[in-house]
């Protein structure tokens, strides 16, 4: 009856297939709709449509025991009819694009109009320019060499916007480049075991196809979907698509679903891959993430209606789509906090360029009334109509220097710093191990004050390998001498070791000279492998004797019996039993115990408490985990019950205990220390019990003996930090944070919730900067959270490297230190350059100001200021923001948010070189012709060639700045500026070339550049006058800041200010593309708590019943639980749950914390869809970065 049956479903498939149209008996669409049912479903559909497993081998043309031929022509076609197993990146920025966000710049757009409108007054050329009675205003001193090139200024100005912008666009694009590259390395390396035409083989993840028969054994993360063929007491984690912790058991009969992208946490198996790339579960969600492009939600969304209600049901991961799919656009709107740098320096532009308007508009008004005074009333000249155009061009003339110093006030040079600055940082990060995804992140890490950082790989090597042991009643410090252990102990201790744990686990010689061998597998069997090498025996042989086939019976590992087992067959038909696993369980069970002769002597309780107290405990305080290993024979006849596992487990004869060390990075102690000298505190969030955790937390000296600090279980944590009803209370999380420095046992919510309670803390006057590093798919909403995400790069998964910020291609905390350093440079690079730019600027600015309202023409021409102001302040940015940063960075604390970019220290060196400048200047100006016996070049009549007077101002001037360049390498008042000078070959080349390149200027720019040579002896006085600079500096060096109070800062960033209300709702294109797919994301992370669930799910069905016009009687009442539950809109200590998708509301709710919440739940027209905006805006405002949005709402009220 059951083979009729199943050839029944057979005979009618094959019906059913001419109209697929391929030569497989399924589609691509039924196996991903199939995909897409869990459990029981899933079994019942594919009794219903196929029979069973081996039907869809059947269909799939594939041997569940020889898996495919593998023939090119066979794999081409399964590749077009099924998809290739790889998702298509999201399609990279184009160049236009990049410059298109790159000329947002507030800097540059001021820039853009003083550019736009001196181009445009210098084009326009009045009529009546004869007439000679009108006015012979005096002063117009205006060569005709100045009037034609009166365009070169806008001119200018316009090239270094465009400088700026190209850079800018260029470095994105080269780094999404290098980072594109990084990652298809990254896919490369990836490989999976497969059967093809009955060998096993290892093939690229992108080469596996539909009907391929995969292995999966332990640790393995599933490259595709697949049905599980065979295999023994295969656990699954599935947290990375459901956000379940709990392991799910499979089997052929009861849930054969393997996904991809899940965790392979104990046994082994073979699958049937039934869907890869785009249609696998993961590529679905990918999809959704917007990596597949726009017209996959088009079709889903048209699916979406047609599916109706009951396939809503069945979609736990695809339900997702169909509501965020409308929110998305709005959630684009939200606003992403600026960095700290970014802030500072967008007010100090903004406060720059304010006081170059005033200065402008002062020396207009200047002019013009002293023109207007001085024609009419002093001269006594009646205004003529004929004559209006000419006083209209002197009028547009005064305009014109107007805006000449505002040009001048307004640093051009300093976007160009920043972004050469951190361009140039992010290219030597690469070299050490930084691999920077978004560039303000590397300055962000400047101001880090806490890192929360993971122990498994990041403080440890992930290198388990045994330092101490207990065999034969001897507790050995580090290993024993082989020659020490009983013969007899031994070979069982290494039959007991190779037998019992994975095939898959073996270690292989170094890849590299001098390395360490490599471990393969599961680490902590590596470990003890590592052991049995240690002793000088060898495992292979006894596996070789004993391969996996002939193993009687295997109680693999799992979290219940902590412990692993392999039964075998012994030559005389009896058999043994051998045992390994936490030694607390272990030993329980144990006896028996191995004395020194290699003979069993009893193990009683009391023995056992002893051992606890002299071996394991020490063990554990030492940061060791500890692992029993032991053995039990059972006779041949009768043969034991296998299955009756407390039967068997038990009486067993204990070999040896094991200390196991993951061991602390030798570099992290060191790295940790420096963090903790900077100012940078730092946690470590780890799942490991809470002995261990604090003995690697002693080592790498996060905390040390006799402080006053925490170290915390999760659960602990959880109830510290949680009301009464369970809400999480940030007055809670302030209490403790503070000392918080080990939180062990956590899990991926709780690092969540710390990084989000640190971050929203207003306990300390700073607001705290927070880098977290993580590895596994569940660290994603921590990573985002955090001001900086480190993923690693070799440990990490893709959706951890999606969230982070910088990648650390070595995995190594130590790295991070570097990227604090990398981060503090950049910081002081701009300051350096902001202290040089802003001295020029002073100096110019009053030069100009004072120079057209006394002698009513500027003695620097606007040709040389340009040269002074673009030219020489590029390269100045080139020169100061490549300085290589040095170790004494790490000896401050962290400036913090609140810092003005504009130090006192720097305020007081900017103004004290304008001083020594302008006093200069302005001798040269007004008695330099006696000085020099030359002739004076003030008041020179129209059209006069270039005076020498004019150019020694000009050349003096330039020279002062070179020397002042050299002043401005030190902005801590330190007082020798030439420390390290040759260490930076770039500064030594831009300096000697801007000098050579002046030497020209002066000698052969002539009109244009309106100068004329000079002799040797009047270049010594300038030089002479430029080193006074450095003389002056050491002066302004002794003078003590404190004294100076009266010195205002600039570029503060105050709390109230960290985003000002008009940069809210700015241009979508602020928020990045992984910022975007992890608020699409973050609904499914907070799926997996499976309570929201349900209640979307069922909130969907009704929804989508409404437009079937059907309405279904479960769905009524879950509306009404919906509502009822009065704490989850009302009773939240911050309510910030915005009920229309509206941005000001956000606004106002982020500004207002605790504004009441709206009245009623119909805001919108049907409560349903405000229902559902509701639940799904909840989990967005949960992990977004607005202040008021606290993750309780979400966490207890379902």
């Known amino acids: 009856m059951g083979d009729m049956t199943n050839s029944d479903f057979y005979s009618k498939n094959q019906r059913n297939e001419s109209s697929h149209g391929g030569e497989f008996g399924c589609t691509m669409e039924e196996l991903r709709s199939l995909m897409e049912l869990r459990g029981t479903e899933a079994v019942v559909k594919i009794k219903e449509t196929y029979g069973d497993t081996e039907a869809i081998c059947r269909h799939l043309k594939t041997s569940p025991v020889e898996g495919l031929p593998g023939t090119a022509p066979d794999l081409e076609k399964r590749k077009q009819i099924f998809g290739q197993n790889f998702i298509p990146p999201k399609k990279p920025k184009t160049f236009l694009q990049l410059v298109w966000e790159a000329l947002q710049d507030v800097t540059l757009i001021i820039l853009e109009i003083a550019a736009i409108i001196s181009l445009g007054l210098s084009f326009y050329h009045p009529p009546g320019e004869s007439n000679e009675g009108c006015a012979t205003a005096q002063g117009g001193a205006e060569d005709e060499g100045e009037a034609e090139a009166g365009w070169i200024e806008g001119a200018a100005i316009l090239l270094s916007v465009i400088c700026v912008v190209l850079v800018t666009a260029f470095n994105d694009w080269s780094k999404e480049k290098q980072f594109r590259g990084l990652q298809s390395r990254i896919e490369q390396e990836q490989k999976f075991t497969v059967v093809r035409a009955a060998q096993v083989v290892q093939i690229p993840v992108a080469e596996i196809v539909v009907g391929d028969i995969a292995q999966v054994k332990y640790g393995d993360l599933l490259p595709a979907d697949g049905l599980f063929i065979q295999g023994n007491d295969l656990k699954i984690d599935e947290s990375s698509l459901t956000g379940e912790s709990d392991q799910v058991r499979k089997s052929v009969d009861k849930d054969p679903m393997l996904l991809s992208g899940t965790h392979v946490m104990e046994g082994s198996g073979r699958m049937v891959v039934t869907a890869v790339g785009v249609n696998s579960q993961t590529g679905i969600i990918f999809t959704l993430l917007g990596a597949g492009g726009e017209e996959e939600e088009k079709k889903d969304k048209k699916a979406k209606q047609q599916d109706g209600a009951a396939a809503m049901e069945m979609q736990p991961l695809k339900s997702a789509e169909g509501g965020d799919a409308d929110d998305k656009k709005k959630a684009n709107m939200h606003k992403k906090e600026k960095s700290v740098l970014q802030g500072k320096l967008t007010k100090l532009a903004v406060q720059i360029g304010k006081a170059g308007l005033v200065m402008s508009a002062i020396t207009v008004i200047i002019l013009v009334l002293y023109f207007t005074v001085d024609t009419f009333v002093?001269?006594?000249?009646?205004?003529?109509?004929?004559?209006?155009?000419?006083?209209?061009?002197?009028?547009?003339?005064?305009?014109?220097?107007?805006v000449t110093v505002l040009v001048v006030a307004v640093p051009e040079g300093l976007p160009l710093a920043v972004t050469i600055s951190l361009a140039y940082s992010v290219k030597k990060m690469m070299k050490d191990n930084n691999l920077v995804r978004h560039l303000d992140a590397c300055e962000t890490m400047g101001n880090a004050t806490a890192i929360c950082s993971?122990?498994?790989?990041?403080?440890?090597?992930?290198?388990?390998?045994?330092?101490?042991?207990?065999?034969?009643?001897?507790?050995?410090?580090?290993?024993?001498?082989?020659?020490?252990?009983?013969?007899?102990?031994?070979?069982?201790?290494?039959?007991?070791?190779?037998?019992?744990?994975?095939?898959?686990?073996?270690?292989?010689?170094?890849?590299?000279?001098?390395?360490?061998?490599?471990?393969?597998?599961?680490k902590t069997e590596c470990g003890l492998l590592g052991f049995v090498l240690d002793l000088k025996q060898d495992y292979d042989p006894v596996r070789t004797q004993m391969p996996?086939?002939?193993?009687?019976?295997?109680?693999?590992?799992?979290?219940?019996?902590?412990?692993?087992?392999?039964?075998?067959?012994?030559?005389?038909?009896?058999?043994?039993?051998?045992?390994?696993?936490?030694?607390?369980?272990?030993?329980?069970?144990?006896?028996?115990?191995?004395?020194?002769?290699?003979?069993?002597?009893?193990?009683?309780?009391?023995?056992?408490?002893?051992?606890?107290?002299?071996?394991?405990?020490?063990?554990?305080?030492?940061?060791?985990?500890?692992?029993?290993v032991a053995y039990r024979d059972f006779p041949g006849s009768p043969e034991p019950d296998w299955d009756n596992e407390n039967d068997i487990l038990n009486d067993l004869t204990c070999i040896c205990v094991v200390g196991i060390e993951d061991p602390v990075r030798p570099e992290v102690p060191e790295a940790i220390r420096k963090c903790q000298r900077a100012g940078i505190t730092v946690r470590m969030v780890t799942g490991d019990n809470i002995n261990t955790a604090r003995a690697i937390a002693i080592k790498c000296g996060i905390i040390h003996p006799g402080e006053d600090f925490l170290c915390l279980e999760g659960k602990e944590f959880n109830r510290r930090i949680r009301n009464e009803k369970?809400?999480?209370?940030?007055?809670?999380?302030?209490?403790?944070?503070?000392?918080?420095?080990?939180?062990?046992?956590?899990?991926?919510?709780?690092?969540?919730?710390?990084?989000?309670?640190?971050?929203?803390?207003?306990?300390?006057?700073?607001?705290?900067?927070?880098?977290?590093?993580?590895?596994?798919?569940?660290?994603?909403?921590?990573?985002?959270k955090a001001d900086v995400g480190f993923a690693m790069g070799i440990a990490g998964t893709d959706v951890a490297k999606e969230a982070s910020d910088i990648i650390l291609t070595d995995d190594n905390f130590s790295s991070i230190?570097?990227?604090?350093?990398?981060?503090?440079?950049?910081?002081?690079?701009?300051?350096?350059?902001?202290?040089?730019?802003?001295?020029?600027?002073?100096?110019?600015?009053?030069?100009a100001f004072t120079g057209a309202c006394i002698t009513q023409d500027s003695p620097l021409k606007a040709v040389q200021m340009l040269w002074v102001n673009l030219i020489m302040d590029t390269f100045a940015s080139l020169a100061l923001a490549t300085e290589p940063p040095t170790e004494t960075l790490l000896l401050r604390k962290p400036y913090g948010r609140n810092k003005p970019l504009i130090s006192r220290t720097m305020m007081k060196n900017i103004l004290g070189h304008a001083v020594y400048q302008l006093t200069l200047i302005f001798t040269l100006l007004f008695v330099g012709e006696k000085m020099f016996q030359i002739d004076s070049g003030r008041n020179a009549p129209l059209h006069s060639p270039p005076s020498e007077h004019y150019t020694i101002i000009f050349n003096t001037f330039v020279m002062m700045q070179l020397f002042n360049e050299i002043n401005a390498r030190k902005i801590h008042g330190e007082r020798n500026v030439f420390d390290g000078i040759f260490r930076n070959p770039i500064f030594c080349t831009i300096v000697l070339g801007t000098f050579a390149i002046q030497i020209v200027i002066v000698q052969f720019g002539g009109k244009p550049f309106s100068c004329s040579p000079l002799q040797l002896d009047q270049w010594m006085w300038c030089i002479f006058i430029g080193l006074g600079e450095l003389v002056w500096g050491q002066v302004i060096a002794t003078i003590p800041t404190s004294r100076l109070k009266f010195l205002k800062e600039a570029g503060r960033l105050t709390q109230k200010e960290e985003i000002p209300e008009e940069e809210l709702n700015e241009d979508v294109e602020e928020i990045d593309h992984a910022e975007r797919e992890l608020r699409r994301?973050?609904?499914?992370?907070?799926?997996?708590?499976?309570?929201?669930?349900?209640?979307?799910?069922?909130?969907?069905?009704?929804?989508?019943?409404?437009?079937?016009?059907?309405?279904?009687?479960e769905s009524r009442t879950s509306i009404h639980n919906f509502m009822a539950h009065p704490e989850f809109r009302i009773e939240d200590s911050q309510p910030h749950i915005p009920l229309i998708d509206d941005t000001d509301l956000e606004e106002d709710a982020a500004l207002k914390q605790n504004s009441s919440p709206p009245s009623s739940l119909n805001k919108n027209n049907s409560a349903i869809d405000s229902g559902i905006n509701l639940t799904t805006d909840t989990s967005k405002s949960a992990t977004s970065s607005s202040p008021g949005s606290p993750i309780h709402s979400l966490e207890t009220s379902l």
């Open 454 to 522: 993971d122990k498994t790989g990041t403080l440890t090597t992930n290198r388990m390998t045994v330092v101490q042991a207990y065999v034969g009643d001897v507790h050995y410090k580090d290993i024993p001498d082989p020659s020490s252990v009983n013969a007899k102990t031994m070979e069982l201790l290494v039959h007991a070791i190779a037998i019992n744990s994975a095939y898959t686990t073996k270690i292989l010689p170094p890849e590299k000279e001098g390395a360490l061998p490599r471990q393969v597998g599961n």
């Open 726 to 784: 369970g809400e999480i209370e940030q007055e809670r999380i302030d209490k403790i944070w503070p000392k918080l420095r080990v939180l062990a046992r956590s899990s991926p919510t709780d690092k969540h919730t710390l990084v989000k309670g640190i971050i929203d803390s207003t306990h300390t006057e700073q607001r705290q900067v927070v880098a977290v590093t993580g590895d596994g798919t569940n660290d994603g909403p921590a990573l985002k």
């Open 817 to 847: 230190v570097k990227a604090v350093m990398w981060g503090r440079n950049v910081y002081d690079s701009i300051s350096k350059f902001l202290q040089f730019q802003l001295t020029v600027n002073v100096v110019a600015v009053i030069v």
């Open 1081 to 1113: 994301g973050q609904i499914l992370w907070f799926r997996g708590l499976n309570r929201i669930q349900t209640q979307i799910r069922v909130v969907k069905a009704f929804r989508s019943s409404l437009y079937e016009g059907l309405e279904k009687p």
């Open 378 to 402: 002093v001269n006594k000249k009646p205004w003529l109509p004929e004559c209006t155009p000419v006083y209209v061009q002197y009028f547009v003339k005064f305009f014109i220097i107007g």
């Open 548 to 628: 996996e086939e002939k193993l009687y019976k295997v109680y693999t590992f799992n979290s219940v019996r902590k412990s692993m087992s392999t039964v075998i067959k012994l030559p005389d038909e009896s058999f043994r039993m051998y045992s390994k696993g936490a030694s607390e369980i272990v030993l329980k069970k144990c006896c028996k115990i191995l004395n020194g002769a290699g003979e069993p002597r009893v193990f009683r309780p009391r023995d056992r408490d002893e051992m606890v107290k002299k071996v394991i405990e020490p063990m554990a305080c030492d940061g060791l985990r500890t692992i029993c």
